[in-house]
């Protein structure tokens, strides 16, 4: 009887061609802007040359930036990041010295 595994890849992150996490859910967003940028611009009259080579540079840079972006900061970087930037560089107290030290 023929033994089957199943469940290979539960707990492990979503991975599609190097990209991981967040990064993917990153160019799909992307792409899928690029298409609807071109698909606006189509529709309004701008001439198809300048439609195409629009969505062919943004298409290229959000590709290249997305990978760069994943070999950079890998899969949890991007929200470290997003939490470094949101965490306070030193704590001001303005209290007097006198009312932090209890005298008790």
Known sequence: MAEYRI????GRQVEF???TAQYLFLFVGGL???FLL???MYMSGVS???CILLAAVA?????????YLNRTFGPH?????????RHPRRII???RIRRLIPTR
């Open 77 to 85: 970087g991007l929200m470290k990041l997003r939490a470094s930037k």
């Open 93 to 95: 107290h303005r209290r």
């Open 48 to 50: 198809q040359t300048a």
């Open 38 to 40: 071109f698909v606006v």
């Open 59 to 67: 298409g290229t840079g959000l590709v290249w930036g997305t990978f």
């Open 32 to 34: 899928v802007g690029v």
């Open 7 to 10: 469940n290979k890849g539960v």
């Open 17 to 19: 061609k190097g990209l």
